[in-house]
């Protein structure tokens, strides 16, 4: 695995992420779903960039193009979600 130190860096951003919108639905009967799709897509976005820069060269990180961002940050095709 290349990268570790940035995919660890988006897992722990997912995490705390995912911490915090648990924690508030664990403590708020009347949960405000209006930030819940804003939150999922901060996860998501993280999830996916950790899984897509696994095998990226460390230039190409640091360079970082607004392509890359697009592409790292979408769901990847290998997962069959279809169970």
């Not at 951003?13 to 995912?18: G, P, R």
């Not at 648990?22 to 976005?45: A, P, T």
């Not at 970082?64 to 997962?79: G, I, L, N």
Request: net charge negative.
């Amino acid at each position: 695995m290349n990268n570790k130190k940035d995919i660890l860096s988006n897992l722990i951003e997912s995490k705390a992420a995912l911490d915090r919108m648990v924690n508030e639905i664990e403590k708020d009967d009347d949960f405000d779903f209006d930030g819940y799709y804003s939150d999922m897509q901060h996860i998501y976005h993280h999830l996916n960039t950790a899984w897509h820069i696994r095998k990226e060269k460390e230039e190409t990180l640091r360079k970082c193009t607004q392509e890359d961002f697009y592409q790292w940050r979408k769901f990847p095709d290998e997962f069959d979600m279809g169970m």
